[in-house]
């Protein structure tokens, strides 16, 4: 039985990244998994070397040294100081998932996207991943039933929908644009519309006053059907801000589309260009055609690494 700690930060998307790794990594190997969770103070503030520091001459962590754990998975930037000092004193492997910002020749393997374009000067330890590790969610019959009741059997395309934040920028017109195409698409499809927690009331209330009024919205905070309709749906338009969702989607096989946004950072674009190069994802000009491509699974393929090197 491989031994497994886990140390996040708060953020739900942490939490789900080491889950989405383990999850695959378990499949093959009978596994012990333990969490802990660092709440941020004031502490958090500083660079992570100092933390890292900080940690090492206080030593107030307490480390439950009886326990023999075989690897240290951490996600998230204020874990990473936490995971060095806990293979330290373990003696075991670790395994960071994003930059650490310390020390990144100390980790046994530090996972990023490759669009981050981040180049320590020890890459031996660097695995590449394209977007995010994918959790999918187990849905309950009850869930599922309901929802193959509501989308009445029609073909579904799912239009998930992103928002501001310091690395996008939607402007009214621009949402106006991506309804108005969505709304020329033949009335034969089910069109359902999901939005994340970025999404401002601006893109919502313009989608629910644009939007026909045969299709559907759900909200990020009601019973969200999103991982229903990455099984069921056909078709997928997705903001081109969400590195998540589009991540989420190329993990289904099904043609996805792109709607492009009026600003996002430099580092998004080229992640969504290197995916249509590769033939997963096509900008969406307001026509739908279907090609097939291998689904995209990082955390199965990167979870066969990890039992190389433990």
């Known amino acids: 039985m491989r031994k497994i700690l886990v140390i996040t930060d708060t953020k739900k998307s942490s939490i789900n990244q080491c889950n989405a790794l383990i999850d695959n990594y378990s499949k093959r190997k009978k596994t012990k998994i333990n969490y802990q969770r660092i709440e941020k103070k004031s502490i958090h503030f500083l660079p992570n070397f100092l933390i890292y520091y900080y940690l090492v001459i206080k030593s107030f962590i307490k480390i439950n040294l009886d326990f023999d754990y075989d690897l240290i998975v951490s996600c998230g930037r204020i874990s990473a100081p936490y995971s060095l000092l806990y293979k330290k004193f373990l003696k075991c492997k670790n395994i960071h998932i994003l930059d650490p910002y310390l020390f990144r020749n100390r980790f046994d393997m530090i996972i990023i996207p490759s669009h981050d374009n981040v180049e320590p000067s020890n890459s031996k330890n660097i695995v590449q991943i394209t977007g995010t590790f994918v959790l999918k969610k187990k849905l309950s019959r009850n869930i599922t039933n309901k929802f193959s009741k509501l989308f009445k059997k029609k073909q579904i395309v799912s239009c998930f929908i992103g928002g501001d934040g310091k690395s996008s920028k939607f402007s009214k017109q621009n949402v106006i644009n991506c309804v108005s195409r969505i709304n020329n698409i ?99 000009s307001g026509k739908l055609d279907i090609w097939r491509y291998e689904p995209l699974n990082e955390s199965l393929r990167v979870s066969k690494i990890i039992e190389r090197l433990i």
């Not at 009335?187 to 999901?194: L, N, R, S, W």
Request: glycine share 2%.
């Open 186 to 284: 033949d009335d034969k499809f089910c069109i359902v519309y999901c939005f994340s927690r970025r999404t401002s009331a601006m893109i919502k209330n313009t989608i629910k006053l644009k939007k026909k009024n045969r299709h559907l919205i759900f909200d990020y905070d009601e019973i969200n059907p999103y991982w229903y309709l990455i099984e069921k749906s056909e078709f997928f338009i997705v903001s081109e801000d969400s590195v998540s969702m589009i991540s989420d989607t190329i993990s289904s096989g099904k043609p996805v589309y792109i709607q492009k946004i009026d600003f996002v950072k430099r580092k998004i674009r080229y992640f969504v260009q290197i995916l249509q190069k590769r033939g997963f994802v096509r900008y969406y």
